[in-house]
């Protein structure tokens, strides 16, 4: 008889877009998941009716919140096997000239303090994974080698993201592996003309939009290949090289 516990994934930004399709993946492989979101009545997450599916509500702009999520997680599970941070916020530069810095101050609660805050208060349990090992992964983008000047705030947080995915590679090995993955066109945001759509296309090697299934197959793959930690992912159809 197999005892052994179901993996655990915790999961920022499940709401929509890559967090709900991971949920709902994740679900379907018989993990646990433990997510973390504004409003777990909001959207298709609150439709989801499956008991191994943990909703816990948190605002990563506040500083309580994140620690009541912290110790919500802590009580939910003692182990976990995969932190998956994908909550983001994808805003030109000019949508906040009116106040630029609380703009800026968002940016770097999501995108930088939120996964250091979770890294260092989830270490412990990453390293009682079930699996061979625990696992972070950081969702970042193609612009932090090659940033958007409309969006360089955006970039530069997305950069820092990724310097935390490298120094907690370090300090987490070996039982804890640390990588980030960096995506590009995978699904256009409703906002996306056709003609921008078009353009952003053409600028990409493979000129077709790649989906969640392309973002869900590299985690997979990270997961799988027990050889990879500080590694930097691309699943961009080749936009980088545009």
Request: contains cysteine; charged residues 20%; proline residues 5%.
């Amino acid at each position: 008889m197999n005892t052994q516990p179901n993996p655990v994934a915790v999961i920022t930004g499940a709401s929509r877009r890559l967090g709900l399709h991971m949920t709902q993946s994740f679900l379907q492989q018989g993990w646990q998941v433990i997510v973390l979101t504004r409003d777990c009545g909001a959207g298709e997450l609150a439709n989801i009716d499956n008991p191994n599916l943990t909703c816990i509500e948190c605002d990563a702009l506040n500083d309580e919140s994140v620690s009541a999520a912290i110790g919500s997680i802590r009580q939910a599970t003692q182990h976990v096997d995969l932190l998956l941070h994908n909550a983001s916020i994808y805003e030109k530069d000019q949508q906040h000239q009116s106040d630029p810095v609380s703009f800026y101050n968002d940016l770097y609660a999501i995108h930088m303090k939120l996964p250091a805050r979770l890294n260092t208060a989830l270490a412990d349990l990453l390293k009682e994974s079930v699996r061979e090992q625990g696992n972070i992964i950081h969702i970042t983008d193609i612009y932090v080698a090659n940033p958007n000047p409309e969006y360089a705030l955006y970039c530069s947080t997305k950069a820092g993201s990724e310097n935390l995915m490298l120094s907690f590679a370090k300090r987490l090995a070996p039982t804890v592996r640390v990588n980030a993955i960096q995506p590009g066109p995978v699904k256009f945001l409703p906002e996306h003309s056709s003609d921008d759509q078009s353009k952003v296309l053409a600028e990409t090697l493979l000129a077709v939009e790649g989906g969640f299934e392309a973002l869900e197959k590299a985690i997979y793959a990270i997961l799988d290949n027990h050889y990879m930690t500080a590694s930097v992912v691309r699943v961009d159809g080749g936009r980088a090289m545009a």
